[in-house]
T-cell receptor, first 114, second 111 residues
Framework: DTEVTQTPKHLVMGMTNKKSLKCEQH?????MYWYKQKAKKPPELMFV???????INESVPSRFSPECPNSSLLNLHLHALQPEDSALYLC?????????????FGEGSRLTVL | SQQGEEDPQALSIQEGENATMNCSYK?????LQWYRQNSGRGLVHLIL?????REKHSGRLRVTLDTSKKSSSLLITASRAADTASYFC???????????FGKGTRLSVIA
């Protein structure tokens, strides 16, 4: 199984809502990532988990809260978002950070903040 | 910034033609990777070339790496309409440093 599964595919939320994005992989990868991507731009790294511990936080606002409940799951909790947070949120996994090998991406969650 | 720069930003060709995209970077790398992204979808890994390699092939893809010039190129031969996508290079570094993605090239292949 070489898939990274993200749910939901689409999410529309108001600025006062609380929602979560979910990501799952069963490849035994020990590094998992959240990226944000705006239209016609490259993916922008948000968070990296290595062995279920937060390893990198790229100065992301606290209205985005990541969680790694176990080695297969990665969540991104969303609260009090702004319209400019509307974007495609991509989850990815890899064997580890240090080997800088291939990243496996999910299909993304398209978020619209009203 | 370590971010790579691709050129051109956009490329439009006829089906059957070859497409060449270039990527330049600023600091020494461990490897360089190319990814493809169809509109609104996730990224798909295409090929990885290590810093001690100069050329690599995979099907219709040919990647070169020139570490002295800090640049790489991706050649897609005999392009098809289905190759229409954005292509990103990503540079890998030693240590616990995640991949750094370039700005991407948007390729349109016209049937």
């Amino acid at each position: 199984d070489t898939e990274v599964t993200q749910t939901p595919k689409h999410l529309v939320m108001g600025m006062t809502n609380k929602k979560s994005l979910k990501c799952e992989q069963h490849m035994g990868h020990r590094a998992m990532y959240w990226y944000k991507q705006k239209a016609k731009k490259p993916p922008e790294l948000m968070f990296v988990y290595s062995y279920e511990k937060l390893s990198i936080n790229e100065s992301v606002p606290s209205r985005f809260s990541p969680e790694c409940p176990n080695s297969s799951l990665l969540n991104l909790h969303l609260h009090a978002l702004q319209p400019e947070d509307s974007a495609l949120y991509l989850c990815a996994s890899s064997h580890g950070i240090a080997d800088t090998g291939e990243l496996f991406f999910g299909e993304g969650s398209r978020l619209t903040v009203l | 910034s370590q971010q790579g720069e691709e050129d051109p930003q956009a490329l439009s060709i006829q089906e059957g033609e070859n497409a060449t995209m270039n990527c330049s970077y600023k600091t020494s790398i461990n490897n360089l990777q190319w990814y493809r992204q169809n509109s609104g979808r996730g990224l798909v890994h295409l090929i990885l070339i290590r810093s001690n390699e100069r050329e690599k092939h995979s099907g219709r893809l040919r990647v070169t790496l020139d570490t002295s010039k800090k640049s790489s190129s991706l050649l897609i031969t005999a392009s098809r309409a289905a190759d229409t996508a954005s292509y990103f290079c990503a540079t890998g570094y030693s240590g616990n440093t995640p991949l750094v993605f370039g700005k991407g090239t948007r390729l349109s292949v016209i049937a």
